[in-house]
């Protein structure tokens, strides 16, 4: 007899041997010892999990000459024609291949002819492959077959199949077989087949599979076969390796190595985006059973280096990039690029490689990998707010120089108290007082100054539309603002507390406000500097340690013109007083004096209708 796989030499022959489908097992068998089989069947899973080897069961209990409470025999002609694939009962038609409606009309026609068992059993792999006319045509016999007629269609896709078709017929869904139970008929094969396979090759051929019965005994051959387990060199474990340390470079490596000996980029990403599934289950607490042991440590320790957000931007990253790769010439491409995203956030600007790297830091954090005393890491472990950088103060006045009379008093020293009651006093230097302190009014450039630059940008549009007409003239016991005419002054008198108000909040104390009319005798003249302000106390007496400085060159006063007051609040404040209004003139010509002026010798003719 010719060699066969181990997967077909151990296939399911009776529902007993099935594994890891428990919850279609007894429906089956029950129907059958009961006599209660429908007329179709839809039965859809994972690939490797038994649909086909079921629905040949089942073929072979239809037609049993001795069943055991619904298990076939085995031993009869009917059973024994149905495993080798002589029986006239069992026909199997590929609809991946045989999916127009020329086969399915083939299939009809042939249903209604008897054969010599009881029960004829087609079997429609891959059904959800069908053409939509192919499906069609099936509707009529699926739906009222022949009496001794049952079908069973098999997919690996159910959401693909007609709805029409679905529902006429009983659908059972065949799930991944868990890793225990797997591993157990993996051992069972090696026993029975007497193969010299160790603890990792087992281990390899349940990961390999990945809950797939077809699948874990092809590898099981393929460890069988080369001696040992295959090198797993640029395979996807490498680059979860890869992802958890954040090396971009191992991760394109192991890309490269694996497309060196023939694997596609496609297949790669989807394996790469199974096992990140893998490792997002195990990081939200989900199943794992079609895992072994072993694997199951694995992928929580990798969810653990991860983080969930990590994992599931991975994830996403990644199905892009599969959904990337049929539009692009190279499909490599699209992986690599996502491979360097998701190891390097730093080069991603998006909100999500941001918040990945406020993730890592904080695992970083937590794990000692970042001192605490660090900047990075007093940033990220402080529970209040992030620490905000100190803000610059305002631009004020530029710095003015020293004027005579002005130097700051040297401060008193403190009293004797009964701690130190013979410290002398000590008298400090001398130096400038601040705009902010205390002490006598500001002079009329620093007035001018704040006055553009803050003060009047701060006013409510009334008092910004009245006094933006007038200027500091002069500074001596009360800073004098100079306006155009004694009505606007008056008017301005009304706002004078809340001008007033803003001087004290800019310069750190009050500054009283006189108003007078520009060009009274009060004012200065323009083309004069006006004098320096005197200190209300008298100056303080030079000392050897503090001299007092030469008095600079005064500095001119330069005017500048104010800025354009904005609207007022109300309509009337720019007028002023309206006895001062003129008349407007009444006697303007009309549009048609006006015409007849500018066309000389025109003559005016009346409309003759």
């Given at each position: 007899?010719a060699?066969?796989?181990?997967?077909?030499?151990?296939?399911?022959?009776?529902?007993?041997?099935?594994?890891?489908?428990?919850?279609?097992?007894p429906?089956?068998?029950?129907?059958v010892r009961?006599?209660r089989?429908g007329?179709?069947?839809?039965?859809s899973?994972?690939?490797g999990?038994?649909?086909t080897?079921?629905?040949?069961?089942?073929?072979?209990?239809?037609?049993?000459?001795?069943?055991?409470?619904?298990?076939?025999?085995?031993?009869?002609?009917?059973?024994?024609?149905?495993?080798?694939g002589?029986?006239?009962?069992?026909h199997?038609?590929?609809?991946?291949?045989?999916?127009g409606?020329?086969?399915?009309?083939?299939?009809?026609?042939?249903?209604?002819?008897?054969?010599?068992?009881?029960t004829?059993?087609?079997?429609?792999?891959?059904?959800?492959?069908?053409?939509a006319?192919?499906?069609?045509?099936?509707?009529?016999?699926?739906?009222d077959?022949p009496?001794?007629?049952?079908?069973?269609?098999?997919?690996?896709d159910?959401?693909?199949?007609?709805?029409?078709?679905?529902?006429r017929?009983?659908h059972?869904?065949?799930?991944?077989?868990?890793?225990?139970?797997?591993?157990?008929?993996?051992?069972?094969?090696?026993?029975?087949?007497?193969?010299?396979?160790?603890?990792?090759g087992?281990?390899?051929?349940?990961?390999?599979?990945?809950?797939?019965?077809?699948d874990?005994?092809?590898?099981l051959?393929?460890?069988?076969?080369?001696?040992?387990?295959?090198?797993?060199?640029?395979?996807?474990?490498?680059?979860?390796?890869?992802?958890?340390?954040?090396?971009g470079g191992?991760a394109?490596?192991?890309v490269?190595?694996?497309?060196s000996?023939?694997?596609?980029?496609?297949?790669?990403?989807?394996?790469?985006?199974?096992?990140?599934?893998?490792?997002?289950?195990?990081?939200?607490?989900g199943?794992?059973?079609?895992l072994?042991?072993?694997?199951?440590?694995?992928?929580?320790d990798?969810?653990h280096?991860?983080?969930r957000?990590?994992i599931?931007?991975?994830?996403e990253?990644?199905?892009e990039?599969i959904?990337?790769?049929?539009?692009?010439g190279?499909?490599?491409i699209?992986?690599?690029?996502?491979?360097?995203?998701?190891?390097s956030?730093?080069?991603?600007?998006?909100?999500e490689?941001?918040?990945?790297?406020?993730?890592?830091?904080?695992?970083?954090?937590?794990s000692?990998?970042?001192p605490?005393?660090?900047p990075?890491?007093?940033?990220?472990?402080?529970?209040?707010?992030?620490?905000?950088?100190?803000a610059?103060?305002?631009?004020?006045?530029?710095?003015?120089?020293?004027?005579?009379?002005?130097?700051?008093?040297?401060?008193?020293?403190?009293?004797?108290?009964a701690d130190?009651?013979?410290?002398?006093?000590?008298?400090p230097a001398?130096?400038?007082?601040?705009?902010?302190s205390?002490?006598?009014l500001?002079?009329?450039?620093?007035?001018?100054t704040?006055w553009?630059?803050?003060?009047?940008?701060?006013?409510?549009?009334?008092a910004?539309a009245?006094?933006?007409?007038?200027?500091?003239?002069a500074?001596?016991?009360?800073?004098?603002f100079?306006?155009?005419?004694?009505?606007?002054?008056d008017?301005?008198?009304?706002?004078?507390?809340?001008?007033?108000?803003?001087?004290?909040?800019h310069?750190?104390?009050?500054?009283?406000?006189?108003?007078?009319v520009?060009?009274?005798?009060?004012?200065p003249?323009?083309?004069?500097?006006?004098?320096?302000p005197?200190?209300?106390g008298?100056p303080?007496?030079?000392?050897?340690?503090?001299?007092?400085a030469?008095?600079?060159?005064?500095?001119?006063?330069?005017?500048?013109?104010?800025?354009?007051?904005?609207?007022?609040?109300?309509?009337?404040?720019?007028?002023?007083?309206?006895?001062e209004?003129?008349?407007?003139?009444?006697?303007?010509p009309?549009?048609?004096?006006?015409?007849?002026?500018?066309?000389?010798?025109?003559?005016?003719?009346?409309?003759?209708?």
């Amino acid at each position: 007899m010719a060699y066969q796989t181990l997967y077909r030499r151990y296939r399911s022959q009776r529902f007993t041997d099935l594994r890891g489908q428990d919850h279609v097992v007894p429906a089956l068998r029950s129907a059958v010892r009961d006599d209660r089989v429908g007329h179709a069947y839809l039965f859809s899973g994972p690939r490797g999990t038994g649909k086909t080897s079921t629905a040949r069961i089942l073929a072979k209990s239809l037609n049993c000459d001795s069943l055991d409470q619904g298990d076939p025999c085995g031993i009869c002609e009917s059973c024994r024609s149905i495993e080798t694939g002589t029986s006239f009962d069992l026909h199997e038609l590929d609809a991946a291949s045989n999916n127009g409606v020329d086969a399915i009309r083939d299939l009809i026609s042939r249903a209604g002819i008897g054969s010599p068992g009881r029960t004829k059993v087609y079997i429609l792999d891959e059904v959800h492959m069908l053409s939509a006319g192919a499906s069609n045509a099936l509707l009529k016999t699926l739906e009222d077959p022949p009496a001794h007629v049952v079908f069973v269609l098999a997919t690996t896709d159910p959401h693909k199949v007609l709805p029409t078709i679905r529902s006429r017929t009983q659908h059972l869904e065949f799930g991944l077989i868990p890793a225990d139970v797997l591993a157990e008929h993996v051992r069972w094969v090696i026993a029975d087949a007497e193969l010299d396979v160790s603890e990792d090759g087992i281990a390899y051929s349940l990961r390999q599979g990945g809950g797939s019965a077809r699948d874990t005994l092809s590898a099981l051959e393929q460890v069988v076969s080369a001696g040992g387990v295959p090198a797993e060199g640029g395979s996807v474990e490498a680059i979860l390796e890869a992802l958890c340390e954040s090396d971009g470079g191992a991760a394109i490596t192991a890309v490269a190595e694996a497309t060196s000996v023939g694997r596609e980029p496609r297949p790669l990403a989807e394996d790469l985006l199974a096992g990140l599934r893998d490792v997002f289950l195990a990081a939200v607490g989900g199943p794992l059973e079609h895992l072994p042991d072993e694997a199951r440590n694995q992928v929580a320790d990798r969810a653990h280096r991860m983080g969930r957000a990590t994992i599931a931007r991975s994830m996403e990253l990644i199905g892009e990039a599969i959904a990337e790769m049929r539009h692009v010439g190279d499909a490599r491409i699209p992986l690599e690029v996502a491979l360097v995203r998701l190891t390097s956030p730093e080069l991603d600007s998006t909100v999500e490689a941001l918040l990945e790297r406020v993730n890592r830091l904080e695992r970083q954090i937590e794990s000692g990998a970042v001192p605490s005393g660090s900047p990075a890491g007093v940033a990220a472990a402080a529970p209040g707010p992030a620490p905000v950088a100190e803000a610059p103060a305002a631009p004020g006045p530029p710095p003015m120089p020293p004027r005579r009379g002005r130097e700051a008093a040297p401060a008193p020293a403190p009293a004797p108290t009964a701690d130190s009651p013979d410290r002398a006093p000590t008298a400090p230097a001398p130096a400038a007082a601040p705009s902010g302190s205390s002490g006598e009014l500001p002079g009329v450039g620093e007035l001018t100054t704040a006055w553009q630059s803050t003060v009047l940008g701060s006013l409510s549009n009334r008092a910004r539309a009245r006094y933006g007409a007038g200027r500091f003239v002069a500074s001596d016991s009360a800073a004098e603002f100079a306006l155009p005419n004694p009505i606007h002054r008056d008017r301005c008198e009304d706002l004078r507390d809340e001008v007033e108000g803003a001087l004290e909040q800019h310069f750190g104390r009050p500054v009283p406000l006189r108003l007078v009319v520009d060009g009274s005798p009060v004012a200065p003249a323009p083309d004069r500097q006006p004098d320096p302000p005197r200190p209300a106390g008298p100056p303080p007496a030079a000392t050897s340690d503090a001299p007092v400085a030469p008095e600079p060159p005064p500095e001119p006063v330069r005017e500048s013109r104010p800025p354009d007051p904005e609207p007022p609040d109300d309509d009337l404040d720019h007028i002023g007083d309206v006895s001062e209004l003129d008349d407007a003139d009444v006697t303007a010509p009309s549009t048609m004096e006006r015409i007849t002026e500018l066309f000389p010798g025109a003559e005016v003719v009346d409309d003759p209708s």
